[in-house]
């Protein structure tokens, strides 16, 4: 602060100087500051209304010539003039800005309390701040008349910084506000309330584009000078005010200068000297405590919010890790639900393959069986065909000798030759019969042994072969017995021709019974043959089906090792989350240690706060001896002021350095001081 004063009494004195003007109140200021209020403000008021009013005066006898002279030289005398006044207005007021700023800030931290709206010196910068916004404002015309108001600037600084909002919307929502100046002065309050109203201007100075809407040319707020009372705001964050809005009427309140509260006797200049140092050295003391303040609740903000994001990221890793928890049992109660199916299912297709093949045997077996009685049938048939063709051959030589001996029999004789041959025809169509049903039967061998036919079926077929072949020995029965009634015939061809002829007519009518029996029997075969085909295609079907199964299978064998692959990746995942969790729950550990730290630091800063706002700063003149060993002070033993507590006390009992956190090097401090120090930093180091 003390360098940022010297920095702005500088610069007044640069802007005094280009004006020349030294009776003007700049000159009067600056010697204030640097002579530490060595004359009286009395004089520096006088000639500010000397100036003000020679200002005015000059002003009206230029505009009484200008009617007289021509219109170039008028208009150019009273734009000089113009420029001339507008340019002390602002030097003035700028230098009434840095007296009543200075006296409010010695004046509280003197009072040592929060400011109230009653407080003179704040009601005085309160009256100088809204000098220095009205002046050079443009008139603007409306229904009510001519209206110049300086609320029109400051409700763009609602644009330009979001943060002033809130107070804009306060401020509209204020009831007892019906004019702009209330609103405009109650907005100064809140900005002051706030500690921001230098950041609110800044912001506001550095768009003078806008500015110029409302402002003159030569208006404080567009010069340098509102930027150099923009840096003198920035003190009054030292003060701490609470303004209360509500009942106070702002819109008829005349702010009127009060040059009483700037004057001072000349004795108080040495002690005012004094204080000045004095204070200088608290505020330093105190700016420096609130910027680690700052700094440190920075840093816990930004560990309360990494601690934050920590805890939502481990609360979503604890769902990620509980929702793979769920997925991996479900997981494994599909896979034993698969193990349960596959085993039933592989029992299942087990049993049906061992049914199927006790069925085959069963089929084989019975087959073999049938094959060889069919063997025996034949062997037998055959035999009685080599039997018939001997009796027939005999019977031909029979009739021949008949045929020599008889002639009369000749007719009977062809007769009985063409009844042979139709015999013969008979029995050749008997033996591709027992060709065909041969054929037939080595085809259903074939079948037979691609065919998975049921037992029954075949039960039935053998029945019917049986049937047959007995059939065929009755047949054969017959025609020995019809073989000796023509032998018997024979012998009595000539008494016996009718009943031979009636016996050959009965004869062929059982022949062709029989044909007609072993179309039947041909057509029950060929039936049997297709319901064959059909079982053996049902059959084929069946294996497919079975084949369809066990691809399924192996389908189903081979996703289960997919799954399996699946719950080790998900496991080795799990285990990489368990490991993310340990290792963030050691991060938070860590920063909780870090906390605990900063939460210590924040109470010693604290505790360091109490100290400088409790512990004054003992003066020199009110010390006439050492506090701890209580010998006084000579020219020899010299005072020396303890940084921590304030007191006063001779070399030996403050020879000790320390570095305190108002002060960046180490300082002298007394003996208790330093044990006090030096177990409190034992402390927390423990």
Not at 17 to 45: F, M, Q, Y
Not at 277 to 287: A, V
Not at 590 to 601: A, D, F, P, Y
Request: aromatic fraction near 4%; charged fraction near 30%.
């Amino acid at each position: 602060m003390a360098d940022q004063t010297e920095d702005l009494s500088s610069a007044a004195a640069e802007a005094d100087h280009k004006t020349g003007s030294p009776s003007s109140p700049v000159a009067s200021v600056r010697g204030l500051e640097d002579g530490g209020w060595s004359t009286p403000i009395l004089s520096l008021a006088r000639k500010a209304s000397e100036t003000l009013s020679a200002n005015y005066g000059s002003a009206l006898k230029s505009a009484a010539v200008g009617f007289a002279v021509k219109a170039s030289s008028s208009d150019n005398t009273m734009t000089k003039n113009n420029n001339e006044h507008m340019k002390n207005e602002r030097v003035n007021l700028m230098n009434m800005m840095k007296l009543s700023i200075k006296v409010l800030i010695q004046s509280a931290l003197n009072l040592g309390r929060t400011l109230d709206a009653d407080f003179p010196p704040l009601q005085q910068f309160f009256v100088v701040m809204e000098q220095c916004l009205k002046h050079g404002l443009k008139v603007k015309k409306t229904f009510l008349g001519p209206n110049k108001s300086f609320w029109g600037p400051l409700e763009l600084v609602e644009k330009l910084c979001p943060e002033a909002a809130e107070i804009a919307a306060s401020v509209r929502d204020l009831p007892g506000l019906k004019t702009p100046v209330g609103r405009g002065r109650a907005w100064l309050n809140l900005a002051l309330m706030q500690k921001k109203l230098a950041d609110y201007l800044k912001a506001l100075l550095d768009r003078k584009d806008l500015l110029s809407e409302f402002y003159d040319p030569n208006a404080l707020m567009l010069h340098d000078e509102g930027a150099i009372i923009v840096g003198l705001l920035v003190g009054l964050t030292v003060i701490d005010a609470n303004l209360c809005l509500k009942g106070e009427d702002l819109d008829s309140q005349v702010g009127v200068i009060d040059f009483s509260l700037y004057l001072k006797d000349g004795t108080q200049d040495h002690a005012d000297c004094r204080q000045d140092s004095e204070l200088t050295n608290i505020l330093d003391q105190k700016h420096y405590v609130e910027e680690l303040n700052r700094h440190l609740s920075g840093t816990v903000s930004d560990l309360q919010t990494k601690l934050d994001s920590l805890e939502k990221t481990n609360a979503k890793l604890m769902e990620e890790l509980a929702a793979a928890n769920d997925r991996i049992q479900s997981l494994q109660e599909e896979q034993n639900q698969l193990k349960q199916e596959n085993s039933s299912i592989l029992e299942t297709s087990e049993r049906r393959v061992e049914v199927s093949r006790q069925d085959s045997e069963v089929e084989l077996e019975t087959y073999k069986q049938t094959r060889q009685g069919l063997d025996e049938m034949y062997n037998e048939v055959w035999k009685q065909l080599k039997e018939e063709r001997k009796i027939r051959m005999e019977l031909e030589k029979e009739l021949e000798l008949q045929m020599s001996l008889k002639q009369e029999m000749e007719i009977a004789m062809k007769l009985l030759e063409k009844d042979t041959h139709e015999k013969q025809d008979t029995l050749v169509a008997l033996r591709q019969q027992l060709e065909e049903v041969k054929a037939i039967n080595l085809q259903m061998f074939q079948k037979a042994k691609n065919s998975e036919g049921t037992a029954q079926q075949k039960a039935e077929m053998i029945n019917s072969l049986e049937q047959k072949a007995n059939q065929m020995i009755d047949a054969t029965k017959q025609m020995e017995e019809r073989l000796q009634q023509s032998e018997q015939t024979r012998q009595l061809a000539e008494e016996k021709n009718q009943k031979i002829e009636r016996e050959f007519a009965r004869k062929i009518e059982n022949l062709q019974q029989q044909l007609s029996e072993l179309d039947k029997q041909r057509s029950t075969l060929e039936s049997e043959l297709k319901a064959e085909k059909e079982q053996r295609q049902s059959l084929q079907q069946q294996l497919q089906q079975e084949r369809d199964v066990t691809s399924q299978l192996k389908a189903q064998l081979l996703q289960k090792s997919g799954l399996e692959k699946e719950m080790e990746t998900l496991q080795d995942e799990k285990k990489q989350l368990h490991k993310i969790c340990e290792e963030q729950e050691q991060a938070l550990q860590e920063m909780g240690l870090h906390l605990s730290q900063s939460k210590l630091k924040m109470e010693d800063i604290k505790e360091v706060n109490k100290a400088l706002k409790g512990n004054a700063w003992l003066k020199d003149d009110e010390a006439t001896s050492c506090k701890q060993c209580e010998k006084e002070f000579s020219i020899s033993r010299r005072k020396h002021h303890c940084r921590n507590c304030g007191d006063i006390f001779c070399n030996n009992c403050s020879s000790n350095e320390l570095a305190l956190p108002s002060y960046p090097k180490p300082v002298r401090v007394c003996d208790t001081c330093h044990t006090l120090l030096l177990q409190r930093c034992s402390s927390n180091a423990s």
